[in-house]
C-alpha cells in the first residue's frame, strides 16, 4: 500500500511562505511521479506541480508556477512543495499524489492513482 503523509501547512499571513512535505517510500520516489496539488473550498482539484520519478525534472501548472519549487530528497524519502508570497487565494488544502512514472509529468487529477490525506494551508490577507 501506498504511503504518502502531507505536513508542513498551518496559518500564514499574505506575502509570507510555506514548505510543504510529502513523505513517502523509496520504492514510490523511484517508480512514480509525485505531483502536488491543491482543492480551494468549493471548487476542483487543482494541479500546481509534479517532479519525474524518471530524472527529477519538474513542471509547473497553474497561477503558482513563479511562486512554487517543487523538489524531492531521495535520502530523506520525501517530496517538497515551496511557495513564496502566499495570497488569500492561495488558501486551500494541499495534497501529494502519485502517477504512473511511464507517463510525462501531468496536471491532470485523473492521472493520478493514490493520494495523501491533504494539509491546509490558510492564507490571512
Known amino acids: 500500500q501506498v504511503q504518502l503523509v502531507e505536513s508542513g501547512g498551518g496559518l500564514v499571513q499574505a506575502g509570507g511562505s510555506l514548505k510543504l512535505s510529502c513523505e513517502t517510500s523509496k520504492f514510490v520516489l523511484d517508480y512514480w511521479n509525485i505531483g502536488w496539488f491543491r482543492q480551494a473550498p468549493g471548487k476542483g482539484r487543482e494541479g500546481i506541480a509534479c517532479i519525474s520519478a524518471r530524472d527529477g525534472s519538474t513542471e509547473y501548472f497553474n497561477s503558482m508556477k513563479d511562486r512554487a519549487t517543487m523538489s524531492r530528497d531521495m535520502a530523506k524519502m520525501t517530496a517538497y512543495l515551496e511557495m513564496h508570497n502566499l495570497k488569500p487565494e492561495d488558501t486551500a488544502i494541499y495534497y501529494c499524489?502519485?502517477?504512473?512514472?511511464?507517463?510525462?509529468?501531468?496536471?491532470?487529477?485523473?492521472?493520478?492513482?493514490?493520494w495523501g490525506q491533504g494539509t491546509q494551508v490558510t492564507v490571512s490577507s
Open positions: 499524489a502519485i502517477e504512473n512514472k511511464y507517463l510525462d509529468c501531468s496536471g491532470y487529477e485523473d492521472q493520478y492513482t493514490g
